[in-house]
């Protein structure tokens, strides 16, 4: 299974783009890269996903260099209420049929005012 | 569209008590389940996973045990609860790589 880093906590302010990156040095071949949001006493819910290059949704954008060696979740002009735990996930749904997806740490971004 | 229910949402257990967290899925069939939990202020660490009835995998040992009876019913299970037990336990199911939360039960030994 890859495992996951990023960074521990970030700052930034209402507004702004936020950038977070995960580093995933052994990917597999068939392993997707998903982004989650935690906020306190609730269950993560999910962002995005992507396999390789650029992923958009409504909420933030997915970007994966070709080496897909690490990613980067960004989230457009952000509010206080995006002010939650990120957690970047690597896993993958094998040809059996299940998939044991780790949890790393996430990161603890604040937005401030 | 697929739900997933999780009960209760809160419990206080004297240390020693029996413990039985209960999970379901409504809208799909054979769906992967798990367990998580996460301490305060931490991440979250995967308990179980079940991939079909009656076949579950444990990642860490402990007196914790999980079972599932039925396709979309998935127990999380104490005989003893031990003050470390403490923490916020999570069901979800999986597709595509993707998974999905309850609304989660906050834990307390005391």
């Known amino acids: 299974l890859a495992k996951t880093t990023q960074p521990i906590s970030m700052d930034s302010y209402e507004g702004q783009e936020v950038n977070i990156t995960c580093s995933h040095n052994n990917i597999a071949t068939n392993d997707y890269i998903t982004w989650y949001q935690q906020f306190p006493s609730q269950g993560p819910r999910f962002i995005i996903q992507?396999?390789?290059t650029k992923v958009t949704n409504e909420v933030a954008s997915l970007f994966i260099p070709a080496d897909r060696k690490s990613s980067t979740l960004s989230l457009p002009r952000v509010s206080l209420s995006d002010t939650a735990v990120y957690y970047c996930l690597v896993g993958a749904l094998f040809s059996g049929g299940y998939n044991k997806l780790i949890f790393g740490a996430g990161t603890r971004l604040a937005v401030h005012p | 569209s697929q739900t997933i229910h999780q009960w209760p949402a809160t419990l206080v257990q004297p240390v020693g008590s029996p413990l039985s967290l209960e999970c379901t899925v409504e809208?799909?069939?054979?769906?992967?389940l798990y367990w998580y939990r996460q301490a305060a202020g931490r991440g979250l660490q995967l308990l179980f996973y079940?991939?079909?009835?009656?076949?579950i995998s444990s990642e860490v040992p402990q007196n914790l045990s999980a079972s599932r009876p039925q396709d979309r019913q998935f127990i999380l299970s104490s005989k003893k609860l031990l003050l470390s037990d403490s923490g916020f336990y999570l069901c979800?199911?999986?597709?595509?790589?993707?998974?999905?939360f309850g609304s989660g039960t906050q834990l307390s030994v005391l």
């Open positions: 809208g799909t069939s054979n769906p992967n």
């Open positions: 979800a199911w999986s597709v595509d790589s993707k998974l999905f």
């Open positions: 992507g396999y390789k």
């Open positions: 079940s991939v079909g009835i009656g076949q």
